[in-house]
């Protein structure tokens, strides 16, 4: 099922400005030696071993087609995990008219560029508020200037540590650690705890992703039953 609403040329632009951007944060003899899809990963600042490597769009929008679905006015995570459906009793887990989304690890905007423009039916945005937490400053102005080139007025990136921020005020969630230091889980855990119930999380699958999620607290709402390009991704429900 397509989603409606999506300007695939806007995104197509939008990466193609991520993927400018990305050479300004190595050196010259490194960008020449791209990766298959032109991404560069490098080395963010931050205490946490981070490593800026974003997920293709295309391999995103597949997923979000996977997991929503959308009714006449409003939109709901299609859930696909039978325990779940058993437990909650619907295979849909509505998605607040009111919602605000946290990017935790924005990157140079790509995630929020493609949250930014799902639509309804009626061509209401589905995610209102989108707050990217991005900790290296360079990064987070990097971002900001290319959220606002594309005048994507529902975005903001924030230069802040996420984990040392209040996001309780959040009801989505969505955040994607291919590389990232043992440590982790153990730091991730508590600003899990923080997050209030019926919140709804999209997560990249990851190593991590059974220690954080799957020991409790959580239902899982649609399980990566294939490969999507390099990536695969899980949707969690705070019980």
Not at 21 to 30: A, D, L
Not at 106 to 121: C, E, Q, T
Request: charged share 20%; proline share 6%; hydrophobic share 45%.
């Amino acid at each position: 099922m397509p989603i409606t609403g999506f300007d695939i040329k806007m995104l197509n632009r939008f990466y193609g400005v991520i993927l400018r951007s990305e050479r300004g944060f190595v050196p010259p003899s490194v960008a020449k030696a791209v990766l298959q899809d032109g991404h560069i990963p490098f080395k963010t600042e931050s205490p946490y071993n981070t490593i800026h490597l974003p997920t293709p769009h295309m391999e995103l929008l597949p997923y979000l087609s996977m997991v929503l679905k959308f009714r006449d006015k409003s939109a709901a995570i299609r859930i696909t995990d039978m325990n779940t459906v058993k437990e909650l009793g619907t295979n849909e887990w509505p998605i607040p008219s009111q919602n605000r989304m946290a990017i935790l690890g924005a990157g140079l905007g790509g995630s929020a560029a493609v949250f930014s423009r799902i639509v309804n039916k009626n061509g209401e945005k589905v995610f209102g508020d989108i707050v990217g937490f991005e900790i290296d400053s360079r990064v987070a102005g990097k971002a900001m200037q290319n959220i606002r080139q594309f005048k994507m007025r529902n975005v903001v990136i924030k230069c802040a540590d996420f984990m040392r921020e209040d996001i309780s005020g959040f009801n989505i969630f969505y955040f994607n650690y291919p590389v990232i230091g043992i440590e982790f889980p153990g730091l991730m855990a508590p600003v899990l705890d923080r997050v209030r119930s019926g919140s709804v999380i999209f997560v990249a699958d990851n190593p991590f992703i059974h220690d954080l999620f799957l020991k409790g607290g959580y239902h899982v709402a649609h399980r990566p039953e294939m490969m999507i390009g390099q990536s695969s991704f899980w949707t969690f429900i705070k019980i």
